[in-house]
């Protein structure tokens, strides 16, 4: 079975700090990995995605994150915050393989403040 | 192009009654996810529906039920509604199965 565990359920920043939101997942096939983020009262939307090909994934808003499997983990990072980044995270794991409905299987989430 | 489109936005229901929430696909999505998300947690998968027919469920009772029909759009009914049923309820369309899924904004759902 799949999971995913985010670690902290809610990380503070200073805006121009770096941001680090972490990522283990559990999959005993290789998996597809999401980092979607969602702002107050709306949808998920999709930050970066990792698919079997290169392991540093580059996404939107200067987002990226690093699959290492011997860690099992895929976090997310950020050079620099800016204060429109404060917003909840989700990390999500899906599964490949044929017949597979490709459901998502989500993290708890992670709450990013980031201060002035 | 139109993304996922949901309705309503909000709606609140007492308990025992029936709700059917609706969903439009993205334009060339033929694949539809539901989620549902409890205050302060991550999505569940409730299930899918691939070319008007279930396609894989998740750890919900059969008092959740969905069609598709055939322009890809779908529906979510939940009869005898509990206050745990208060939930945002999350579409989401893909263009095949196994491809990345985009979501809507979400109905949220009030049971009292």
């Known amino acids: 079975a799949q999971s995913v565990t985010q670690l902290g359920s809610h990380v503070s920043v200073s805006e121009g700090a770096l941001v680090l939101l972490r990522c283990n997942y559990s999959?005993?096939?290789?998996?597809?990995l999401f980092w979607y983020v969602q702002y107050p009262n709306q949808g998920l939307q999709l930050l970066l995605k990792?698919?079997?090909?290169?392991?540093l994934v580059k996404g939107i808003n200067g987002f990226e994150a690093e699959f290492k499997k011997s860690e099992t983990s895929f976090h997310l990072t950020k050079p620099s915050a800016h204060m429109s980044d404060a917003a909840e995270y989700f990390c999500?794991?899906?599964?490949?393989?044929?017949?597979?409905?490709?459901?998502?299987?989500f993290g708890q989430g992670t709450t990013l403040q980031v201060k002035p | 192009e139109t993304g996922v489109t949901q309705s309503p936005t909000h709606l609140i229901k007492t308990r025992g009654q029936q709700v059917t929430l609706r969903c439009s696909s993205q334009?060339?999505?033929?694949?539809v996810s539901w989620y549902q998300q409890a205050l302060g947690q991550g999505p569940q998968f409730i299930f899918q529906?691939?070319?008007?027919?279930?396609?894989g469920r998740g750890n919900f009772p059969p008092r959740f039920s969905g069609l598709q029909f055939p322009n890809y759009s779908s529906e979510l009914n939940v009869n005898a509604l509990e206050l745990d049923d208060s939930a945002l309820y999350l579409c989401?369309?893909?263009?095949?199965?196994?491809?990345?899924?985009?979501f809507g904004p979400g109905t949220r759902l009030t049971v009292l």
């Open positions: 989401a369309s893909s263009p095949l199965l196994n491809n990345e899924q985009f």
């Open positions: 999500a794991v899906s599964v490949v393989g044929s017949g597979n409905t490709g459901k998502l299987i």
């Open positions: 334009s060339g999505h033929n694949t």
């Open positions: 999959s005993s096939v290789p998996p597809y």
């Open positions: 529906y691939y070319r008007e027919e279930e396609n």
């Open positions: 990792y698919t079997s090909a290169a392991t």
